[in-house]
């Protein structure tokens, strides 16, 4: 059966939407198959259908096994902002926790800039870093960097 004909069906008992119902469904069960980059794309698109805190904690800890740790910080801290107003005060906490754990092992780079450069452009994996966050913590996900810098020191 293919996807368009399930999310034409009547929502299942607790969701409004069905296409949220179909994908939140899809989502647990690449979580439970370990696709932690599907989970999260289909927990995404249940979340676009309507915006409930379970399944942002789903997304958030599918991020999280996929290595897209920054993304599943947002989530974390989006679940643990208002999960208590809708009565989840355990997923609340454990998304505090998770979230502080994330923080705690995120990788961060520090670029120096050089003092006397110019037309200084410096990018991380081809997208150029606003001069703004030079010299400050940039918060990456893990993985390989090539960092390239081109520009003029002292004329040169």
Not at 5 to 30: L, Q
Not at 109 to 129: F, S, T
Request: proline share 4%; with cysteine.
């Amino acid at each position: 059966m293919s996807a368009a004909t399930n999310v034409t069906k009547r929502p299942v008992r607790g969701w409004r939407s069905p296409e949220a119902a179909f994908y939140f469904d899809e989502a647990t069960k690449s979580e439970a198959g370990r696709d932690w980059l599907d989970c999260a794309d289909y927990a995404q698109a249940s979340l676009a259908a309507e915006n409930r805190v379970s399944t942002r904690f789903l997304a958030a800890s599918c991020e999280e096994r996929a290595g897209l740790w920054i993304e599943a910080l947002g989530d974390y801290q989006i679940v643990s902002d208002t999960a208590a107003r809708t009565g989840l005060i355990t997923t609340g906490n454990q998304a505090r926790q998770r979230a502080q754990a994330l923080k705690d092992k995120i990788p961060k780079i520090v670029i120096h800039k050089p003092a006397k450069a110019d037309g200084l452009v410096v990018k991380m994996n081809d997208v150029e870093i606003p001069g703004e966050k030079l010299d400050g913590e940039i918060w990456i996900n893990p993985g390989q960097r090539t960092i390239r810098a081109t520009g003029r020191v002292n004329g040169a």
